[in-house]
């Protein structure tokens, strides 16, 4: 098994090779980022010099944390121009940025040492399907198996239960509960018992609360399947600068504190602010 794996991604290599040398030779490159035509040799696959600078790598934080069993990265952060990309990708038929995303995503797994046997992209109810004409996360695990030189496996999971978009939910609790089985096997599928006791990648394009990815590793995870979750992006876990947590404490409604905890809020933000009112003192000296 593990002979014939080899020779098969060392065919795809090949394959990607060739598929590079042709695209340089024939097809002047446009960034998928600023659209902007650009000379070759690129630094990456449909990414300008000056787009790959300003693209919101997690790099050392790629590993999250959450309250599951189940291993789980993101390659970005959620932030411009990263998620211009991703909403392009998913409501105005901007298909070509998979091509530019999930290649990084791919050297995630490489940094990671992620080996798994094959990638499953988080399904669209078929309802969503037909509205939107395809699956953005099954556009990322496409080019993400082709790079591993591994095969996308789209037909063992669905989506059951028909949820109103994430994005539109209130609370952390009212996305768990929409999502609560909406994830079910296909157990027609061949494929769950070739699958039983090897790794699988589960792919998405966003994790934000986690309801969605976690519900559909569960189905698999009972199933047999080794579990690996990634993501193009994600803010979990990010860095908060001083105004982000400002305006949080600002924003809290009174009457869930303690006076005692107003009075602990009162003292710390004046001390931030007296902070930046002696920088300003001193850049403006």
């Known amino acids: 098994m593990h002979k014939k794996r080899t020779s098969r ?28 035509p650009v000379q070759p040799p690129l630094p990456s696959p449909f990414v300008c010099r000056d787009c790959l600078s300003v693209l919101p790598f997690r790099m050392e934080r790629e590993q999250l944390s959450w309250d599951h069993p189940w291993r789980l990265f ?28 999930a290649p990084f995503m791919y050297k995630t797994m490489v940094r990671h040492k992620i080996d798994v046997d094959a990638v499953i ?9 037909s509205e939107r004409g395809y699956n953005q996360a099954a556009l990322l695990a496409d080019v993400i198996a082709r790079e591993a030189g591994i095969s996308v496996v789209d037909q063992v999971l669905f989506r059951d239960i028909y949820t109103d978009r994430q994005s539109e ?43 969605t990815l976690s ?15 990634m993501v193009a992006s994600s803010d979990k876990d990010k860095y908060r600068g001083y105004r982000e947590i400002l305006n949080d404490w600002t ?3 009174q009457e869930s504190h303690s006076a005692r905890q107003r009075q602990m809020m009162r003292d710390t ?3 931030l602010f007296y902070v930046g009112w002696q920088g300003c003192r ?3 000296s």
């Open 74 to 101: 993101a390659t970005f952060y959620y932030r411009d121009p990263l998620r211009k990309m991703i909403v392009s990708m998913k409501f105005s038929e901007r298909i070509d940025r998979a091509e530019a995303i």
């Open 251 to 253: 924003t809290l409604p």
């Open 169 to 211: 939910s209130l609370t952390v609790e009212e996305r768990h509960r929409h999502l609560a089985d909406a994830f079910k096997l296909n157990n027609k599928s061949p494929v769950i018992s070739e699958l039983c006791g090897r790794k699988v990648l589960l792919v998405d394009d966003v994790l934000t609360t986690g309801a």
């Open 9 to 36: 991604r060392k065919s795809v290599r090949i394959r990607n090779f060739l598929r590079q040398q042709f695209v340089t030779l024939y097809y002047h490159p446009y960034c998928a980022v600023c659209d902007r």
């Open 269 to 271: 933000m004046g001390r």
């Open 121 to 129: 992209p988080v399904p669209l109810h078929e309802k969503r399907l």
């Open 215 to 229: 519900a559909a590793a569960k189905p698999l995870d009972e199933a047999g399947l080794h579990v690996v979750c």
């Open 282 to 284: 001193t850049f403006g």
